[in-house]
């Protein structure tokens, strides 16, 4: 049993810290307001993600199965989605909010960012598939716990490496550089997505 938790927490660990828009948007939120105002965009981020996994455990993936449709307006949205961010970063004016107690993207922003994320569809399904495919609830809810847990530092991890990155992007024009280059990966997931 230890080992099927184990194999667990490294597939969290392998899916949650993996580049994805929501972990280069608090790489960027890091970077513009610092770790502690971009704790709100982790938390719900960490959130959505569980109650998607939670719900994908409990049913969600066998509506997907009779609504086909219904995946492919999400993967058209998510798409949408990834296009809006990237072109928001692209014309950021790169002036970072040094203001004590300047607010990050809100819980509420980062719990959707999930939802309409194509990877935290992919990772509920396949993770699920794989730890509770059987729809047993207790593992279900054991899967759901530790993936919890490694989703929230895997996430932080990306808001304090940017929140180093601070120091570096002190000039409008370098941080103007490094949205760009954002914006560039977020188009590029988008682009990915349309062409799968």
């Known amino acids: 049993m230890n080992n099927l938790y184990l194999s667990m927490a490294a597939f969290a660990l392998a899916a949650s810290v993996s580049p994805g828009p929501v972990n280069i948007m ?13 704790l709100a965009h982790v938390t719900g981020a960490t959130i959505g993600f569980t109650v998607l996994l939670l719900l994908t455990g ?22 949408a989605f990834l296009l809006f961010l990237a072109y ?13 107690g ?5 819980a509420w922003y980062g719990a959707m960012m999930q939802w309409l994320n194509p990877k935290a569809w992919l990772a509920s399904i396949a993770g699920m598939g794989a730890y509770a495919a059987n729809g047993d609830t207790t593992m279900i809810w054991h899967f759901t716990v530790i ?6 530092l895997s996430i932080a991890a990306w808001a304090y490496a940017g929140t180093a990155l601070r120091q570096l ?12 280059s954002l914006a560039l990966l977020l188009f590029a997931s988008a682009i990915y997505l349309l062409l799968v």
């Open 26 to 38: 608090a790489l960027r939120s890091g970077t513009q307001f610092g770790f502690r105002a971009s």
């Open 58 to 79: 409990l049913g969600l993936h066998e509506l997907l199965a009779v609504l086909p449709g219904f995946t492919r307006i999400i993967q058209w949205a998510g798409v």
């Open 88 to 100: 928001k970063l692209a014309i950021d004016n790169g002036v970072i909010d040094a203001a004590e």
């Open 102 to 106: 300047s607010k990050g993207p809100s």
């Open 147 to 152: 993936y919890f847990v490694i989703c929230y």
């Open 169 to 180: 992007f002190k000039k409008p024009a370098l941080m103007r550089g490094f949205n760009r």
